[in-house]
Every structure is written in structure tokens, then in C-alpha cells.
């Protein structure tokens, strides 16, 4: 089971572009990489999904080394919007359920 | 709005009283999950159903709690002789897919119920 570690908190300022790495040193062949995004009071939000390399949608970007022992997530130019708590989830595509772990998360605070 | 609505918003009662929640998923998806979480920490998984039948629980989730999924639709979760540690967020999530890969897709999270147990 690849267990997760992530800054407790992060803090940045509109229009700058914000990277929030994850280390993952046990990551298995199988598994991928997940992140959500998560608001007060709500559930979390799927971000971006990634096994190697780089993958980019329309709100992020992951950057995946070619060892897969850490991952980063991109957020260019944020704003007061994204201030959230991200979490970084690796897992099988075969894995239990139980086994999809969020961990606690880093917690974004984006200024003015 | 992701699709999945959860009811109550909020539930205070007090310990030792049942408390029962439902959640309604988005309508295609045959898989459902419940998870739990408190102040400061990620959601922890508690039990999870593909259609009507529920194929993984957490050691987490005590006799006191149970699930059902009726008909492979809502699902209701129900804590019985609630404790001040029952006290929590109480998430419900769906997702699409068939078989094993559950990794593999993305979960869809409800807003979730608040229950304060005084």
C-alpha cells in the first residue's frame, strides 16, 4: 500500500502559479496518481489523474518523474478561488476500496 | 452540484438516539461509497456497494453503523446508540464502472451530512 506525504499547508498570491508536490517513495507498478480538491463544507472535487509523465487539463497540470516516487500538481495563475486543501491519492486501478487512502492533505491559501 | 445529493445537511442529536442518512447518486453509476471525516483529517473510507450489494467495510465501521443500497439506487446509512465520537462529516460518493479497477475512476462526492452528537 504506497503511502502518501504531502506539505501540511501551503501559501501563495493571485496569478502566481502554485506546485504542490507529493512523495509517494513505495509507489507500485500499478498504481496511479489522483488528487482532489476540496472546499469547506463540501466533498471532494476529482482533479487530474496521471501514471507517468505529464498530464494536463483544463484546471491543472501532473507532473509524474520517471521514477514515480513523488508527483506534483500545477495550478496556474490561482486566485482567492482556489484557496481549498488538495489531497494526493495513489492507488491500483485494481485496488479495494479501502485501499484509496486521502491522508490529511495540503492545505492552499492564496492572498491577494 | 456534482449530481450527488446527501439528507440530511445537518443532524444533531443526541447520544444514544439513532440517526439515519441518504444519499442519492448520480443515477448511471453502480458504484457508492461512504465515507467519514473529521475536522482536519481526509475522508476515511467506510464501506462501499457495486449496485445492491455491499462488497467492502471498513474495520472502522462498528456494529452500531449499517448500510443499505436497496435496489442498487439511494443508499441510507444508519448509526445506531450514537457516541460523541460518532460526530463527524459523513460523506457519499459514486462513481461509474464495472469489475475490480476501482482506482481507476473517479469518485463523485455528495456535500455531505454534518452530525453533532451532544
Known amino acids: 500500500l504506497a503511502k502518501t506525504t504531502q506539505p501540511i499547508s501551503m501559501d501563495s498570491y493571485e496569478g502566481q502559479e502554485v506546485n504542490i508536490t507529493c512523495s509517494h517513495n513505495n509507489i507500485a507498478t500499478n498504481d496511479y496518481i489522483t488528487w482532489y480538491q476540496q472546499f469547506p463544507s463540501q466533498g471532494p472535487r476529482f482533479i487530474i489523474q496521471?501514471?507517468?509523465t505529464k498530464v494536463t487539463n483544463e484546471v491543472a497540470s501532473l507532473f509524474i518523474p520517471a521514477d514515480r516516487k513523488s508527483s506534483t500538481l500545477s495550478l496556474p495563475r490561482v486566485s482567492l478561488s482556489d484557496t481549498a486543501v488538495y489531497y494526493c491519492l495513489v492507488a491500483d486501478w485494481y485496488s479495494s476500496a479501502s485501499k484509496i487512502i486521502f491522508g490529511s492533505g495540503t492545505r492552499l491559501s492564496i492572498r491577494p | 452540484d456534482t449530481g450527488v445529493s446527501q439528507n440530511p445537511r445537518h443532524k444533531i442529536t443526541k447520544r444514544g438516539q439513532n440517526v439515519t442518512f441518504r444519499c442519492d447518486p448520480i443515477?448511471?453509476?453502480?458504484?457508492l461509497y461512504w465515507y467519514r471525516q473529521t475536522l482536519g483529517q481526509g475522508p476515511e473510507f467506510l464501506t462501499y456497494?457495486?449496485?445492491?450489494?455491499?462488497?467492502?467495510k471498513s474495520r472502522l465501521l462498528s456494529d452500531r453503523f449499517s448500510a443499505e443500497r436497496p435496489k442498487g439506487s439511494f443508499s441510507t446509512l444508519e448509526i445506531q446508540r450514537t457516541e460523541q465520537g460518532d460526530s463527524a462529516m459523513y460523506l457519499c460518493?459514486?462513481?461509474?464502472?464495472?469489475?475490480?479497477?476501482?482506482?481507476?475512476?473517479?469518485?463523485?462526492f455528495g456535500p455531505g451530512t454534518r452530525l453533532t452528537v451532544t
Open positions: 496521471g501514471y507517468k
Open positions: 456497494f457495486q449496485n445492491e450489494a455491499q462488497l467492502e
Open positions: 460518493a459514486s462513481s461509474p464502472g464495472q469489475g475490480t479497477n476501482l482506482g481507476r475512476y473517479e469518485q463523485y
Open positions: 443515477s448511471e453509476h453502480n458504484r
